[in-house]
């Protein structure tokens, strides 16, 4: 099988000839057919996960189908269409695993940063982190829901908001536009807020029923005047940006932090305190969430926009994913279907 694989801090993607690996106790075999290029892949090729060992094949938004099962897989079996997100297992022994809180695992396995991940034409997998993909759905759009899809959904649904409230989505990149299509299809009232008047249209077009431009008015006042959101989902990775949205939560309302800033946070805690307000991280989750966003994906409509690139072409795919220039999902189709 080919891989594309990368041995240190910096280097290039390689292309590399493997053998097919065979799946051992409670693993599958699954053959790539499309896999997404994430932003959270560059901590791989810079060397920025903690303990991280080379070489390494990266991507952790990963849809194929099944072709092998290892001893005790029941519930998978050949020819099961399957996604493979951020989380890529755990020994379902420690207290994490038995009190459900699978990221926090000391053994749990991260998709294309701690074993290899999707950039290949084969991918050897606990069965665990496996979801089911719905009939119909095509691979190049399940892939990227394993991530930016499930980590917004997720988010979202875990917000404390409810049908008919104001939630907010900052930014409508590739999470954010595929974060303001599940707000709405949830039943939110939905604000977007961005840079520019450009964007009002697509904004609404994704389902926003209140577009903020953030280069003409404060969004956290203008969320305020509308009577204070339940729930702001920040996607865009701008400390500056981030810290103003605590202005416009309403009471309890929560700020939702999916995108990670480079320099630290700054919130006026007088905003947090009077409206006994919050503001939480929130990273991915298990194949189980996976599977109730591929599926609400599917019933509702959602999709990703993606540009899609050949496996060979990676390189080309993760620099224009970097620079910000992909609209808004950079999608490798690795096999046909």
């Given at each position: 099988?080919?891989v594309?694989v990368?041995?240190?801090t910096?280097?290039?993607f390689?292309?590399?000839?493997r ?11 699954v053959?790539?057919?499309a896999?997404?290029?994430c932003?959270?892949d ?6 920025l996960w ?7 094949v ?6 194929g189908?099944?072709?092998a ?6 519930r998978l079996?050949?020819?099961t ?7 890529g297992?755990h020994?379902?022994?420690?207290d ?15 998709t294309?940063?701690t074993?290899?991940g999707?950039?290949?034409e084969y991918l ?5 982190a ?13 892939a990227?829901?394993?991530?930016a ?5 997720n988010?979202l649904r ?7 409230d104001?939630?907010?989505i900052?930014?409508i990149?590739?999470?954010g ?11 939110f009232e ?12 697509f ?6 029923h ?10 956290g ?9 339940k729930?702001?989902l920040?996607?865009?990775?701008n400390?500056?940006s981030?810290?103003?949205?605590a ?9 939702l ?16 305190i ?15 969430d996976s599977t ?7 019933k509702?409509?959602i ?12 390189a080309?795919a993760f ?5 910000g220039k992909?609209?808004?999902?950079a999608?490798l189709?690795i096999?046909?279907?």
């Amino acid at each position: 099988m080919k891989v594309m694989v990368i041995r240190g801090t910096g280097q290039p993607f390689e292309q590399e000839e493997r053998d097919v690996p065979q799946p051992g106790l409670g693993e599958v075999l699954v053959k790539v057919h499309a896999c997404g290029v994430c932003h959270s892949d560059h901590v791989v090729t810079e060397g920025l996960w903690p303990g991280l060992t080379f070489p390494r094949v990266a991507g952790h938004e990963v849809a194929g189908v099944v072709k092998a099962v290892g001893d005790r897989v029941n519930r998978l079996a050949v020819g099961t269409r399957v996604g493979i997100g951020w989380h890529g297992g755990h020994d379902g022994a420690c207290d994490a695993c038995l009190n459900g809180r699978f990221q926090r695992c000391e053994n749990a396995k991260i998709t294309g940063v701690t074993t290899d991940g999707g950039y290949a034409e084969y991918l050897l997998i606990p069965a665990v982190a496996c979801a089911k993909i719905p009939d119909g759905m095509p691979y190049e759009h399940a892939a990227p829901l394993m991530c930016a899809g499930m980590t917004s959904f997720n988010a979202l649904r875990n917000s404390g908001a409810r049908s008919g409230d104001l939630v907010a989505i900052q930014g409508i990149g590739g999470l954010g536009h595929l974060a303001v299509q599940y707000a709405k299809a949830m039943g939110f009232e939905v604000a977007a807020i961005s840079r520019g008047p450009e964007k009002e249209a697509f904004a609404r077009q994704l389902g926003a029923h209140h577009y903020i431009d953030a280069e003409k008015m404060s969004a956290g006042a203008k969320l305020a005047a509308l009577g204070g959101a339940k729930a702001i989902l920040a996607t865009a990775s701008n400390a500056v940006s981030i810290s103003l949205l605590a202005e416009g939560l309403g009471t309890e309302g929560c700020l939702l932090i999916v995108g990670v800033p480079s320099e630290p946070l700054r919130i006026n805690a007088q905003e947090i305190i009077s409206g006994n307000c919050r503001i939480q991280g929130w990273s991915s989750g298990t194949a189980t969430d996976s599977t109730d966003a591929l599926s609400f994906a599917q019933k509702q409509g959602i999709a990703p926009m993606i540009e899609v690139f050949p496996l060979a072409d990676v390189a080309a795919a993760f620099k224009k994913m970097m620079q910000g220039k992909v609209r808004f999902r950079a999608v490798l189709q690795i096999s046909d279907p």
